[in-house]
């Protein structure tokens, strides 16, 4: 295909992205089974072959499909694959692409990582946590080289991070001269990934009142409370 790789630049995207799906448009092949796709992130390491030795051998003209991580269907790719679907990303036991480098100098990764069942790379597993912004490439490569294969544009999705869900709950009535009073505040995750990195949690206490203590007290996690730092009224957890 030309151009080869295709790129896509990402700008002022804010955080990390939990994964990706690929979406091209007007795509014609007229053996889909002979082709090779490769996606490759701002890193080369963060790469997937999402299609390779599949959709048959009967020629497909001008359809669009997504490739997508554990579609409501488990939809794997038929032969041929059909317009306006979503399908599993899926890579056949076969002949190993052997993508060639592009012009200008755009080479693909020296390893890269196979969707099921050669591999075990998903959409997920290849993007998730990383900074999306930069040039993302596209490969795709027909083992015939004088098959048709074209593509009118293409799309990568970005899914968002789950940021984290802060709620705060106390307890007591608050008078002149109460020692033994609580306040709680209660702080969880409520994404899908891990929490990762340093997380400061602090808080500001009203006029006229001081902080004796300051520590965690549950973790629904499994932890024991030995996993965050506090002084006065700020803990931190790495």
Same mark, same amino acid.
């Given at each position: 295909?030309? *151009?080869?790789?295709?790129?896509?630049?990402?700008?002022?995207?804010?955080?990390?992205?939990?994964?990706?799906?690929?979406?091209?448009?007007?795509? &014609?092949?007229?053996?889909?089974?002979?082709?090779?796709?490769?996606? /490759?992130?701002?890193?080369?390491?963060?790469?997937? /072959?999402?299609?390779?030795?599949?959709?048959?051998?009967?020629?497909?003209?001008?359809?669009?499909?997504?490739?997508?991580?554990?579609?409501?269907?488990?939809?794997?790719? *038929?032969? +041929?694959?059909?317009?306006?679907?979503?399908?599993?990303?899926?890579?056949?036991?076969?002949?190993?692409?052997?993508? +060639?480098?592009? &012009? *200008? +100098?755009?080479? *693909?990764?020296?390893?890269?990582?196979?969707?099921?069942?050669?591999?075990?790379?998903?959409?997920?597993?290849?993007?998730?946590?990383?900074?999306?912004?930069?040039?993302?490439?596209?490969?795709?490569?027909? &083992?015939?080289?004088?098959?048709?294969?074209?593509?009118?544009?293409?799309?990568?999705?970005?899914?968002?991070?789950?940021?984290?869900?802060?709620?705060?709950?106390?307890?007591?009535?608050?008078?002149?001269?109460?020692?033994?009073?609580?306040?709680?505040?209660?702080? &969880?995750?409520?994404?899908?990934?891990?929490?990762?990195?340093?997380?400061?949690?602090?808080?500001?206490?009203?006029?006229?009142?001081?902080? /004796?203590?300051?520590?965690?007290?549950?973790?629904?996690?499994?932890?024991?409370?030995?996993?965050?730092?506090?002084?006065?009224?700020?803990?931190?957890?790495?």
């Amino acid at each position: 295909a030309s *151009p080869y790789p295709s790129h896509i630049n990402v700008t002022n995207f804010s955080g990390n992205i939990s994964g990706a799906t690929l979406t091209l448009n007007g795509f &014609s092949d007229a053996n889909p089974q002979q082709t090779a796709m490769l996606l /490759v992130g701002p890193s080369p390491t963060n790469n997937i /072959v999402p299609w390779d030795n599949v959709g048959g051998s009967s020629p497909v003209n001008n359809i669009s499909f997504t490739l997508a991580d554990s579609t409501a269907s488990d939809n794997t790719i *038929p032969s +041929p694959p059909v317009n306006g679907e979503t399908y599993n990303p899926t890579a056949n036991i076969g002949t190993l692409p052997a993508f +060639p480098a592009g &012009s *200008p +100098p755009w080479s *693909p990764p020296t390893s890269l990582s196979f969707a099921g069942p050669l591999g075990l790379q998903t959409f997920t597993s290849a993007f998730s946590g990383i900074d999306p912004n930069g040039s993302w490439s596209l490969y795709l490569y027909n &083992s015939n080289g004088s098959t048709t294969l074209s593509a009118s544009s293409w799309c990568i999705n970005l899914l968002s991070q789950t940021t984290m869900s802060i709620g705060s709950s106390h307890s007591g009535n608050f008078t002149q001269g109460q020692t033994a009073d609580t306040y709680t505040i209660t702080l &969880s995750n409520g994404g899908a990934l891990a929490t990762t990195g340093e997380l400061t949690l602090s808080d500001t206490l009203p006029s006229g009142m001081s902080a /004796v203590s300051f520590a965690e007290t549950g973790n629904s996690g499994g932890g024991t409370g030995s996993d965050w730092s506090c002084t006065g009224a700020s803990c931190t957890r790495t």
